[in-house]
Structure formats: C-alpha cells, structure tokens
T-cell receptor
C-alpha cells in the first residue's frame, strides 16, 4: 500500500497562501492523490484530487511533482474558516478494482488573524 | 437531497453490550467504508465494501462486524469483543470508476461506552 506522510502542523497568516506538503514516495502509476479536510468533530470534506497533472478548482490547487512522489495543496487566500486538519490520501487498488482509502497522519493548519 | 447519513449522532452504551451504527446513502455508490477516529488522531479503516453481500477487513477489524444486504446501507456493529470501543465513527461512500472519484463522508457517530 502506498502511504503518505505530512507535517503534523502548520501556521498561516489570514489572506496569505497556505502550502501543505505531502510525501507519497511509494505511489504507483495508477494511483490518484486526494486531499480532504476535517473541521473539528465533523466528517471529512473532499477538496481536490489528481493523477499526474496539476489541478485547480474553486477551493484549491494541487501541484504534483513530475516523479509523483510528493504533492502540495495550495489554498491561495487562507481564511480563518480554513483552519482544519488536512489529509493527503492515495487511492489504493487491489485486483483491478478501486477500493479502500488509506488516510495519512494529517496536517493541522492554523490560520492566524 | 443526495448524501450519506449516519445515525445517531451520539450513542451511549454500557460495557459488554453490542451496538449497531447506521449508515445510509442515496448516491447510488457501490463502495462504502467505516472508519474509526480517536481524539487527536487520524482515521483508521475498519471495514469496506465494494458490492452488495461482500466486504473486506480494513486495518482494525477486530471486534467489529458489518453487513451489506442493500446497496444503500452498510451498518457497523461494535461487539463486546472490541477492547476500546469509545471513539468517533465515520462512514463514507464512493463510486467505483477506476480511481478518479471522491468519497463522501457522513457527519459521524460519537460512541461512548461506560
């Protein structure tokens, strides 16, 4: 199984970009990288995912290195409501079928006023 | 509204009793998952299912059981064999289309065993 490692915590000033790194050095060619966030005592919320190319949506951007061994989630203008635990996940496959999601350690992002 | 629903939000049980947590989805998703979260920690996979009447153990299946009799439902039973059942339990579902689909999570059930 591909595993992910993330820093335990990070701070970011309100209005600035938050850059959250993730290492997934054992990822295989057909595995996607997903990002979720979890606000205290709620279910995780999907943010973005990608395979090889960089991706952008209304919430964030995802930058994946060329060797796919790491990625960075970028929140372009962090607000206080972005304070949450951010999880980087690799979608694991077995027997050709997509199945379980293995969560990493998560990064607690604290956005400071 | 489409979504995934867990009930109840809070559950209290006496030690030694089995308890079943409900998870229902109307997203027509094939895959469903159960996770456990302890305070200050990440999510750990208990069980998952890709199709009706089939499921696989995750990393911490001991002391838990599941069933998947209907596509929409994936109940989790916490048995008396589970040593430390007090935790936050999260259910999720996703489509199965080769990896490029996100999972949707319920709002969780907080189980307290006294």
């Amino acid at each position: 199984d591909a595993k992910t490692t993330q820093p335990t915590s990070m701070d970011c000033a309100e209005g600035r970009a938050a850059n959250l790194p993730c290492n997934h050095s054992t990822i295989s060619g057909n595995e996607y990288v997903y990002w979720y966030r979890q606000i205290h005592s709620q279910g995780p919320q999907y943010i973005i995912h990608g395979l090889k190319n960089n991706e952008t949506n209304e919430m964030a951007s995802l930058i994946i290195t060329e060797d796919r061994k790491s990625s960075t989630l970028i929140l372009p203008h962090a607000t206080l409501r972005d304070t949450a635990v951010y999880y980087c996940i690799v979608r694991v496959t077995e027997g050709g079928a997509t199945n379980k999601l293995i969560f990493g350690t998560g990064t607690l992002l604290a956005v400071q006023p | 509204d489409g979504g995934i629903t867990q009930s109840p939000k809070y559950l209290f049980r006496k030690e030694g009793q089995n308890v079943t947590l409900s998870c229902e989805q109307n997203l027509n998703h094939d895959a469903m998952y159960w996770y456990r979260q302890d305070p200050g920690q990440g999510l750990r996979l208990i069980y998952y299912s890709q199709i009706v009447n089939d499921f696989q153990k995750g990393d911490i299946a001991e002391g838990y059981s599941v069933s998947r009799e209907k596509k929409e439902s994936f109940p989790l039973t916490v048995t008396s064999a589970q040593k430390n059942p007090t935790a936050f339990y999260l259910c999720a579902s996703s489509a199965l289309t080769g990896g490029s689909t996100e999972a949707f999570f319920g709002q969780g059930t907080r189980l307290t065993v006294v």
